[in-house]
């Protein structure tokens, strides 16, 4: 069973940055493609990043490329995602996901993953 602890959500203003993290057990982390989800009041999950599980490939969605990096340090089973240039509608719950590396890389739909953590709130003020 693969256990997920996301932290470093807070209260930041626009245009400002922040670093989430994902912290991994149970599993050998390069075994896992790993992914940040987003879930706003009254919406749905939506996908965020993705990252193969040897870091090699990511994959952003339209509304964060350009100003969120994913990466991951499989020898510290760490999952990151760094934020800049954040908007209001970047307010939102964050969550880290796992799935096992033996499927395709950069499934974007929130069912396609079987682990997630129990997500970190961030909010951008306007």
């Known amino acids: 069973q693969v256990q997920l602890i996301e932290s470093g959500g807070g209260l930041v203003q626009a245009g400002g940055s922040l670093r989430l993290s994902c912290a991994a057990s149970?599993?050998?982390?390069?075994?896992?493609?790993m992914a940040w989800f987003r879930q706003a009041p009254g919406k749905e999950r939506e996908f965020v990043a993705s990252?193969?599980?040897?870091?090699?490939?990511?994959d952003y969605a339209a509304s964060v490329k350009g100003r969120f990096s994913i990466s991951r340090d499989n020898a510290k089973n760490m999952l990151y995602l760094q934020m800049n240039s954040l908007k209001p509608e970047d307010s939102a719950v964050f969550y880290c996901a796992a799935r096992g590396y033996e499927a395709t890389a950069y499934l974007t739909a929130p069912s396609e993953y079987p682990y997630w953590g129990q997500g970190t709130q961030v909010t951008v003020s306007s």
């Open positions: 990252i193969r599980n040897d870091g090699r490939g990511t």
């Open positions: 149970g599993r050998t982390l390069n075994t896992l493609n």
